[in-house]
């Protein structure tokens, strides 16, 4: 056993966040801790990394009691972990970010050169192919990941906790990861991986914790077991499979008509046709950086588009104001949360209000209604199920699925023709998927048109009646449910063409 | 010739306070602390010096005093700003209005007087004569009545660039200045390193300061920092705290000065003389910000 945490409680103000919590990791082993967002899996994990301190309980690591205070007392001791949001200093190189903290010297000196070496040795070593000299505002992603992961083994660590690594990465890059965490298995390490994708926790694992509400409430070795027993573990009850019946056809809701956007010279979006119909759900698959963002802003108006059309509800709506495409009958339920969804410093009330100021009962002539804003807030937080412990809490307090749901509710209260759904369940728990999914379905139902644009392909294929691939600001295909499997799909997504033979 | 001679002499002479003081500015940028307070700081070393030479007539004891005072100064800044979370923009100007209040104050209590001081017994920092050149007609008139300070400006902005881009400590600094919670997830004290590369690099103002009340005669004249402290921070913008730079953006800065004073007394009004350097100001960051822009248009393209 390379490390031992022992009957561990932890408890914020009057949440139970760890609840007599047991775990052990096997030297070389890759193990896996399940759970929905707050079951306690990043708890535990902090309390190792020394970010947090446990109530009671007892850590042991190689052999000895440890009492971590910070994360330099865990490094000493040998773990590491790879945070989620990455730790990175943009405009400094790779290997200047590798060595940060216990830099090579030459007296008072930087030994860059040996730095340099020293990086691509390690980099050699584990298989993490990587340029010590670029600059990591140059890197995408995934290399930014892998930076972190040097980082850690530069420091010797012998335990290497993942915290859901795979939330930031396309698919491409996450199949890198993953063989990444193979490799390091092999070469001696011992991983501890924190996530809610039971596909990724198949794929690796060696053995999985589940938890739930704070306590671990099953041990599997991954071999013995299957996505469909973890996740009902996760979740606590059996998943339902959505019922979804045979689109009625309704008129078209939302059209674009070769669309075209081109910024600083390159063509981001190519002559982009698409239609969605009253009832129907239309996703957009494509490895993330293909223009689907572009796409969206253009047909909402956050970005100009440089030629086409764009309709809603039959208006023609082309480069207008974000406010009157919403006005002509659209909701958008943004890619990112925090940058275009809310205001992370306003009240829960305020940014549920947003969009509906000038609208009776909220304001009259200018003047707010506080009583009718504070309990349509409320309406929406208790319909949609948003934990939360006052209306007038700041929205940055809110846990990312729980923020989601009321962004999920605030859009899909405007009860619009069109809804645009950006990203609608990305980096939230099952349960909270699962809300949103079945408002969306239900949407379609009432003759809503829905435009899905998803890094999930399991959420595209699952949710859509038609799928549009799009690949380098082009459609690339067009299918209906069912005429589909996801190996064509992903070879179409990049850039592939399919074979009719 | 011998005009131009002097043109360059005396913008040398008005670059290297600039050029002192955004060195500082650098430091305080590179770590993201934010340093509006560089004006008062400027005023308070430069009042204190000339205080203490007045009344210990030691010129090494006036240096230093005003070395502490300038790092006492920003010490007080960075603490208020890093530690308490202060509002940078209204530290640096409470200090600046203290400042100014202050050394009036100061002046008047001391002196009796409100405008300038400038007893004629008492002599400034030694100049120094380059023996190498003080027989070449032109360039001896350029490098006449520089003092020891004018030269260490210039050696102290490649101190500072080794300092900063060279040796494990600039390369922490300049990190932890690019993403601080990165450095201190990796343990890091954070506002220790702040406030001490703050505070020490403020020493480099109070040489400034002396040079203000000390570098010619000594005198001190109400507002003698004449928001030298705010052009230096524009200088320090120019050259985005690279101390090479440095030399550079206050030189433009140096140079406007210069010609403002030096075309005094030609027909052009007083008023639209000393607006030279302040619009030089606003031009060259307009003009950089341009280029800045152009530069990443082609570069995306």
């Known amino acids: 056993m390379i490390f031992e945490m022992k009957h561990i409680t932890k408890t914020y103000d009057t949440v139970v966040a760890n609840d007599d919590v047991s775990l052990h990791l096997n030297p070389g082993e890759i193990l896996s801790i399940v759970g929905e967002n707050g079951a306690g899996k990043s708890t535990i994990m902090k309390i190792l990394y020394g970010l947090e301190k446990p109530d009671s309980g007892e850590i042991i690591v190689g052999g000895a009691p440890r009492h971590f205070h910070n994360p330099s007392d865990a490094m000493a001791a040998g773990i590491g972990m790879v945070q989620q949001h990455f730790m990175l200093f943009e405009q400094m190189t790779v290997a200047e970010n590798i060595v940060f903290k216990n830099e090579l010297r030459k007296g008072l000196f930087m030994d860059m050169d040996k730095a340099v070496e020293t990086v691509r040795q390690l980099s050699d070593r584990y298989g993490l192919k990587i340029d010590p000299k670029a600059r990591i505002a140059d890197c995408p992603v995934g290399l930014r990941q892998r930076v972190e992961i040097l980082k850690i083994l530069y420091q010797n660590a012998e335990i290497i906790i993942f915290d859901e690594p795979s939330a930031v990465l396309t698919p491409l890059e996450v199949e890198a990861l993953l063989d990444t965490i193979r490799g390091l298995a092999k070469a001696g390490k011992s991983i501890v991986l924190i996530t809610h994708k039971l596909q990724e926790v198949m794929a690796v694992s060696d053995r999985v914790y589940v938890m739930r509400q704070g306590k671990v409430v099953a041990e599997r070795m991954a071999a013995e077991t299957d996505m469909e027993e973890l996740a009902m573990l996760m979740v606590g009850h059996p998943l339902a499979s959505y019922q979804i019946d045979p689109p009625v056809p309704g008129k078209t809701l939302l059209e674009t008509r070769d669309l075209c956007l081109v910024e600083n010279g390159r063509k981001v979006l190519s002559d982009i046709s698409l239609h969605v119909n009253a009832g129907e759900i239309v996703g957009i698959a494509g490895v993330s950086g293909n223009g689907q963002s572009e796409l969206i802003q253009c047909i909402t108006g956050l970005a100009r588009s440089t030629g086409g059309q764009v309709f809603v509800a039959g208006a023609d709506v082309t480069n207008r104001s974000v406010k009157a495409i919403r006005d002509a009958g659209l909701a958008h339920i943004s890619e990112d949360r925090y940058v275009w969804g809310s205001a992370t410093d306003g009240t829960l009330e305020e940014n549920t209000l947003m969009i509906r100021q000038d609208d009776a009962p909220f304001s009259k002539r200018g003047i707010v209604n506080h009583k009718s804003i504070r309990d349509y807030a409320v309406r929406l937080i208790k319909e949609f199920n948003v934990k939360a412990s006052s209306p007038v809490q700041k929205m940055r307090e809110l846990s990312g699925g729980n923020a989601q749901k009321l962004i999920v509710a605030r859009e899909m209260s405007l009860d619009t023709p069109v809804l645009i759904c950006c990203e609608p369940t990305r980096g939230i728990d099952i349960g909270a998927m699962e809300a949103i999914h079945r408002r969306m379905l239900q949407r379609r139902d009432q003759g809503s048109a829905i435009l899905l644009v998803s890094s999930e392909l399991t959420e595209i294929m699952s949710l859509s009646d038609r799928i549009y691939v799009i690949f380098e600001g082009k459609i690339v295909g067009e299918f209906t449910r069912g005429s589909m499997d996801d190996k064509h799909l992903g070879l179409l997504m990049v850039g592939g063409t399919i074979n009719h033979e | ?301």
């Open chain 2, 1 to 301: 010739m011998n005009y131009l001679a002097q043109v360059i002499n005396s913008t040398l002479r008005e670059i290297t306070p600039i050029l002192l003081v955004s060195l500082c500015a650098g430091v305080c940028s590179k770590v993201q602390v934010f340093n509006i307070a560089l004006e008062g700081t400027l005023l308070m070393s430069a009042f204190f010096a000339f205080l203490t030479h007045y009344f210990l007539r030691n010129i090494f004891l006036s240096v230093a005093v005003a070395m502490v005072v300038a790092m006492g100064m920003t010490f007080i800044m960075s603490f208020f700003i890093v530690k308490l979370k202060g509002q940078p923009m209204i530290v640096g100007m409470a200090l600046n209005t203290f400042a100014r209040g202050f050394t009036t104050f100061l002046l008047s209590v001391v002196f009796k007087t409100k405008g300038a001081v400038n007893p004629s017994d008492l002599k400034g920092l030694t100049k120094l004569d380059l023996p190498g050149i003080r027989r070449i007609p032109f360039v001896s008139t350029m490098f006449s009545s520089l003092t020891v300070i004018d030269y260490l400006a210039f050696v102290l902005a490649v101190v500072m660039f080794i300092i900063m881009y060279r040796t494990v400590i600039g390369f922490r600094l300049r990190a932890l200045g690019i993403n601080q919670s990165a450095a201190s997830s990796l343990g890091i004290n954070v506002p220790k390193y702040q406030i001490l590369a703050t505070t020490f690099s403020g020493c480099m103002i109070g040489l400034a300061g002396c040079l203000l009340t000390l570098g010619r005669n000594a005198m001190f004249i109400q507002d003698i920092s004449g928001a030298r402290g705010y052009v230096a921070l524009a200088a320090n913008n120019l050259c985005k705290g690279h101390p090479l730079g440095a030399i550079i953006s206050s030189a433009l800065f140096g140079f406007t000065t210069a010609l403002a004073q030096s075309l005094q007394g030609t027909a052009i009004r007083q008023q639209l003389l000393q607006c030279i350097p302040y619009i030089a100001t606003i031009a060259a960051m307009a003009f950089y910000n341009a280029y800045a822009k152009a530069k990443a248009k082609r570069q995306a393209a």
